[in-house]
């Protein structure tokens, strides 16, 4: 299984990217898909998922109303569209992939089983 994580960059506070991962070797309609955070000294942190059918979506409080993740099951690709984003957001994103339901717990690390490699998102204020 891969998961190519993309499209982190260098933006002002306010502003938005989005990030995309691309899966290969398994199909995410099949899968739970997340994604995650790790700012520099601190620990990975739940950022938003999606369930295998798409129905049922989580976020963490800090992104509610400013992220939102969703896919594209014929391009086997999850995204996460960030917007008015702020200095604290700056963090490496990864997106990880999990068999276990994503309604058990969906904001635990060790849930998932697959992770991709991470892109950085550098927030000027």
């Known amino acids: 299984v891969q998961l190519q994580a993309s499209g982190g960059g260098l933006v002002q506070a306010g502003g938005s990217l989005r990030l995309s991962c691309a899966a290969s070797g398994r199909t995410i309609s099949n899968y739970g898909m997340g994604w995650f955070r790790q700012a520099p000294g601190k620990e990975r942190e739940f950022v938003a998922a999606?369930?295998?059918?798409?129905?049922?979506?989580y976020y963490a409080e800090s992104v509610k109303g400013r992220f939102t993740i969703s896919r594209d099951t014929a391009k086997n690709t999850v995204y996460l569209q960030m917007n008015s984003l702020k200095p604290e957001d700056m963090a490496v994103y990864y997106c990880?992939?999990?068999?276990?339901?994503?309604?058990?717990?969906?904001?635990?690390?060790?849930?998932?089983?697959?992770w991709g490699q991470g892109t950085q998102v550098t927030v000027s204020s």
């Open positions: 999606i369930s295998r059918s798409g129905g049922s979506i």
């Open positions: 990880a992939m999990r068999q276990r339901p994503i309604a058990g717990m969906p904001e635990r690390v060790e849930r998932y089983d697959y």
